[in-house]
């Protein structure tokens, strides 16, 4: 009897592995904007200039929209952190710029789906969505882990 339970155990264990694997895979945040933006691959420190509003503009001067995620979800959690920062963070820059008048707060939406349509429909628009949403609608920007 206790091999049997030793063997069940194994498997669980290794069943629980290879979904592990799967849901790291599925962990990718990707950074996505409208089509016309001309802008190539962005590191992580000119997204975060973008998302703290420091960046106003893309290198062509079309405007950036940034567009974020209203409520929490994983995909927002692993944007941020790979930026070395929080969602609470950023929510406490933008409300100093947009006290001090520099600069309006990004759109939030709800979903991945949203964020990806207002991209898609939005010149200048930049957002991160996870991965398995992105559309042929949006240039990708970046891949984060």
């Given at each position: ?18 979904f ?47 567009i ?76 984060l882990?």
């Amino acid at each position: 009897m206790k091999t049997i339970l030793h063997h069940i155990f194994r498997f669980a264990c290794v069943v629980t592995f290879v979904f592990s694997m799967f849901d790291h895979a599925e962990a990718q945040v990707v950074v996505i904007a409208h089509k016309s933006v001309t802008s190539g691959v962005l590191d992580n420190s000119s997204l975060l200039d973008m998302f703290t509003l420091n960046t106003k503009s893309w290198s062509d001067g079309g405007k950036i929209t940034v567009i974020d995620f209203k409520n929490d979800s994983p995909a927002r959690t692993r944007f941020y952190a790979a930026l070395g920062t929080s969602f609470a963070e950023m929510q406490k820059t933008w409300l100093r710029k947009q006290f001090s008048g520099k600069a309006l707060p990004p759109i939030l939406l709800a979903s991945d789906d949203e964020i990806v349509t207002k991209v898609a429909s939005t010149p200048g628009a930049i957002g991160y969505v996870s991965a398995d949403k992105v559309s042929k609608e949006v240039k990708v920007l970046a891949t984060l882990k």
